[in-house]
């Protein structure tokens, strides 16, 4: 509205809320549903079917292909990429005393957390919304859960974070914290529109974490992370990692380049084709949904 004064007049822009597969079944874990797009099918199909003129999408929730007619040309800036430790009990995952019980539906942080604290229980269906996951935790299923700090700062919840893990303890998920906005790849007047809001840092970020996703999906169904960011210098630093879901196993790599799209894309790529050749075809174990989601 601000860069496009005809999209400020009155009624000029509608807001539809759609209810996603994701966000309906919330019995299940998410590996166990099966498919991809499960937070965003049903807004690509609103978008393709011309019902809508531009899909926001949680970036994390995008499966690494899009759409046919669709394009995703923008990303908003980047919120905090860090995960949010929440506990009545204790002050940090540390403090947790062993056999506690942590409430996560991401086999991503699971595995990393039992990665470093095996003595710790994990609750695997722990699903459902901010506000349904807090409840269980006051009403004692859980010690502790994580959450993505990003959620709760849009919901202006951070008041319930007890501590706040570093890309260190607890390497985020692809794409992490960003938004993203689609529109159909005919659509000009649209792609203007959306291109005004594009943060560059963002979008390249992004593009290269997920070109290492893209690179292990398929053969790769298992937790991952990965994390591009832009150090002092102004150069790319990408962490990519792949583990067993029980966290016995955590395979690591990272990259420094040009922080410019063909340079991210490739140390994405060359992370995720170095992290296949070092974890073997017996590492991946049965089949599970690959967890871009997470």
Known sequence: ????????????IQIVIIKTTGDKILSQPLADIGG????????????????????????????????????????????????????????????????????????RRKSQLLHKYPSL???????GNVQTRLRKLNEGAVQ???????????????????????TDEMLPA??????????RSNDDKMANYIASLNHEETRLAVASERAFLETLDGS????IAGYAY????G????????????????????????YAHEDMVMMGKDAGKELLSRAGPGFFGRALMDLLIF
């Not at 229980?121 to 699903?127: A, G, Q, S």
């Open 1 to 12: 509205m601000a860069t496009h004064s005809e999209l400020a007049e009155e009624g000029a």
């Open 36 to 107: 991809k797009g499960l937070f965003t099918k049903e807004i690509d199909e609103a978008l393709i079917n011309c019902e809508i003129d531009i899909a926001v999408h949680s970036m994390k929730d995008v499966p690494t292909y899009l759409p046919e007619k669709t394009i995703l040309p923008c990303n908003l800036q980047r919120e905090d990429v860090r995960d949010a430790f929440i506990s009545l009990s204790a002050a940090s995952v540390a403090d947790l005393p062993a056999g506690s019980t942590v409430g996560t539906a991401s086999l």
């Open 144 to 166: 502790a859960t994580l959450l993505a700090l990003a959620g709760l700062k849009r919901l202006n919840m951070t008041e319930n974070v007890t501590s706040i893990l570093s």
């Open 121 to 127: 229980n994990v609750l695997e269906n722990f699903r």
């Open 235 to 258: 150069n790319c630093i990408f962490k990519g990692l792949v583990a067993s879901p029980d966290g016995t196993r955590v395979l690591e790599t990272s990259r420094k380049g040009l």
């Open 230 to 233: 832009k150090d002092e210098d």
């Open 174 to 183: 692809v794409a992490q914290g960003a938004i993203g906005i689609a529109c």
């Open 220 to 223: 790769c169904r298992t937790p």
